[in-house]
């Protein structure tokens, strides 16, 4: 019902910026919320910031508080994510997920979400 396409990504210096924007399509009248998840080789997937969609609403990791930012554009049902101040360590494949009904738990669990995006890499060199 809804497709999440990702893009955006590449290698930067550390210190530097990306952004990393979910083109969302299909059913997106009914997009509860949306955010976006990282994974690391060998680790778990991880939250790292999302939208309440309806209520404007951001979330974020306390690793990234203060360096990412989220964002929306209604018009063209897409949601960014600003990456400045680049670590090594958020060198991970970055996940864009969405939410189509209210959420059962909590907006920054992975089991949450219901449609998932293909992933798009990110690598911050030192």
């Known amino acids: 019902q809804v497709q999440l396409v990702e893009s955006g990504g590449g290698v930067v210096q550390a210190g530097g910026s990306l952004r990393l924007s979910c083109a969302a399509s299909?059913?997106?009248?009914?997009?509860?919320?949306m955010g976006w998840f990282r994974q690391a080789p060998g680790k778990e997937r991880v939250f790292v910031a999302a939208y309440r969609w309806t209520a404007g609403r951001t979330y974020y990791a306390d690793s990234v508080k203060g360096r990412f930012t989220i964002s929306r554009d209604n018009a063209k049902n897409t949601v960014y994510l600003q990456m400045n101040s680049l670590k090594p360590e958020d060198t991970a494949v970055y996940y864009c997920?969405?939410?189509?009904?209210?959420?059962?738990?909590?907006?920054?669990?992975?089991?949450?979400?219901?449609?998932w995006g293909q992933g798009t890499q990110v690598t911050v060199s030192s």
């Open positions: 997920a969405a939410r189509t009904s209210a959420l059962a738990t909590s907006i920054t669990r992975a089991d949450e979400y219901n449609y």
């Open positions: 299909g059913r997106t009248f009914s997009t509860y919320a």
